[in-house]
């Protein structure tokens, strides 16, 4: 299959990239900087400079492609997140370079479009089981780019064409925000959002590119897609020990957590997310989880 993967220099674009190329697929990674492109062929892919805030230049670059994922994000990776101006850049991707992304995929005859969202669009559920159907709790301006750019992956699906989504659980690996919680971890600084006793499901950064090869089986829909959810405690064990700290990765303390703002509040959430759908429809199954040994080197 022919596929364009746009965020291909991102960690989840570079992982999506080298899934699909071991899997056989002829795949073409999408950069908005020439230097990007030494990083895409390094991942065994064909690179193309693209601007994706113009849907006429994306439907240039997509021509003939069968499969179009969007994979693009620019989360902040340390606490400058609770600065709004800080989430300027992820907002514009997800507000207006998804829609050009969908559209572009519309007019270059694309068949199908597999989009990355989250599974913190979900409300706080305390120890009860979120699968797809659970309303979603996105009434905050801060939620406005992703509703945006799901509205216009839903849109993609017509005409025969298919859309699927895949909210994907909390990342962590070899990305800039686990490397982040790992250096404030090793340094007894408090770093994790949330209580003790409440639930995360987590996504090994490795896992979830192998997650956009399995969704080429699946059909129009939304999917999660995570591991075994965990409660925060056990999460805080596996992060410092993996840190080679003296204990437990600490949690802010509740009075901060107060004031983090709408952006890193959705962290707060217990989100005990069920990804048995994705798993029976696609045979997708995460391979890599919080208590696997030197899971920050994968």
Avoid: C
């Amino acid at each position: 299959m022919k596929i364009a993967v746009t965020g291909a220099t991102g960690v989840l674009g570079q992982e999506a990239v080298a899934a699909l190329v071991a899997a056989g697929h002829d795949v073409t990674g999408v950069t908005r900087r020439d230097r990007g492109i030494p990083i895409i062929e390094g991942r065994g892919a064909r690179g193309s400079v693209a601007d994706v805030f113009d849907a006429d230049d994306l439907a240039r670059t997509f021509r003939a492609h069968d499969v179009v994922i969007n994979t693009l994000a620019h989360v902040p990776a340390d606490m400058t997140a609770m600065r709004p101006l800080a989430w300027r850049e992820d907002d514009k991707l997800h507000l207006e370079a998804s829609a050009a992304i969908a559209e572009g995929a519309r007019r270059a005859g694309v068949r199908k479009l597999i989009q990355e969202s989250t599974v913190y669009l979900y409300p706080d559920n305390g120890a009860e089981w979120i699968g797809e159907d659970e309303p979603l709790a996105v009434r905050h301006a801060a939620f406005r780019p992703r509703v945006r750019e799901m509205r216009a992956a839903v849109d993609f699906a017509t005409e025969g064409r298919s859309t699927v989504i895949l909210r994907l659980g909390q990342l962590f690996g070899r990305d800039p925000q686990t490397t982040f919680a790992l250096r404030a971890a090793r340094e007894g600084h408090a770093v994790l959002l949330g209580r003790p006793d409440s639930y995360i499901t987590l996504l090994h950064d490795r896992d979830a590119g192998r997650a956009f090869v399995s969704a080429l089986r699946a059909g129009s829909g939304f999917y999660n897609v995570g591991g075994e959810p965990v409660l925060r405690e056990r999460w805080a064990k596996d992060l410092g020990r993996e840190a080679k700290a003296a204990g437990p990765a600490k949690f802010i303390p509740e009075i901060a957590q107060a004031i983090v703002g709408p952006r890193l509040d959705v962290q707060r959430r217990s989100l005990r997310v069920s990804s048995v759908r994705f798993m029976s429809e696609t045979g997708w199954r995460p391979t890599i989880g919080p208590s696997t040994p030197g899971w920050s080197r994968m």
